[in-house]
């Protein structure tokens, strides 16, 4: 297992490398937590020994592939590419409520600084499972195993559109639900999100070549997973799947 100080690297070259972001972990300093020591950028430097350029962000409470570049040109190739949205992000999440297969989620959202955003989700959905857990008025409760592909890259786009169309994802503050997010913390000592950002896919910026990222499903995530009586997906061969618009 990887010590909580030392990051999980899934990619490495000479301009670029990923981790495997765990829960809890900011990627740079945040007013959130002045104090906090769990800054990603800071550990990989340590690690490597050398500056590291972060790509882009996840936010503290999710996980999965995150990445870096180890020189200011490399930087520069790479933004390049997230601006002009020739890359492909997908994220496990586990849901309340049964979704259905497929869909997308078209839904303006509102920045902090007061503008309003276009923003785009396509999901689909790999199982629904219901447990006799009673759920508010409900006998059991119902959950849905999905995958995201964010088209654009708001601030907390994919909880605050599962939240539009009411299928919060489990664990999520303050997107989410509360009542269900106590009821798991109770039934299952759940107490982190599941949102999971499994595989990064974008044109290498110096041999050009379609580069994939995997990032690992957390313990954490296996466990609920186990616990909902969810099947194991096989996220290995996603790259040959398509999610339907």
């Known amino acids: 297992m990887v010590s909580p100080y030392e990051c999980e690297i899934i990619f490495k070259d000479e301009h670029l490398v990923a981790i495997n972001k765990p829960y809890g972990y ?78 997308s989620i078209d839904h303006p959202l509102l920045h902090e600084s007061g503008k309003i955003q276009e923003a785009k989700t396509l999901f689909t959905c790999l199982q629904h499972r219901e447990i006799n857990i009673p759920s508010y008025k409900f006998q059991t409760s119902r959950y849905s195993l999905i995958v995201f592909q964010p088209l654009t890259g708001r601030m907390h786009q994919i909880r605050r559109h599962a939240a539009h169309i009411f299928h919060p994802i489990i664990g999520d503050r303050p997107h989410g639900c509360n009542k269900q997010n106590k009821l798991l913390l109770e039934t299952f000592q759940l107490s982190q999100m599941l949102l999971h950002a499994f595989q990064l896919k974008f044109d290498h910026p110096y041999h050009k070549k379609e580069l994939t990222i995997q990032a690992a499903i957390p313990e954490e995530f296996i466990r609920i997973m186990a616990q909902m009586n969810f099947d194991h997906p096989d996220l290995a061969n996603w790259t040959n799947l398509q999610i339907v618009d």
Not at 44 to 59: A, F, I, K, M, S
Not at 64 to 93: C, H, I, P, W
């Open 26 to 103: 900011f990627v740079h300093k945040s007013s959130l937590d002045a104090t906090s020591d769990k800054i990603l950028m800071k550990l990989l430097r340590d690690q490597l020994g050398q500056y590291v350029y972060p790509v882009h962000r996840l936010d503290r409470k999710t996980t999965g592939v995150l990445l870096f570049a180890l020189d200011k040109e490399s930087l520069a190739l790479v933004n390049r590419a997230f601006e002009q949205r020739s890359t492909t992000k997908f994220y496990l999440a586990i849901c309340r409520g049964f979704m259905p297969e497929n869909g």
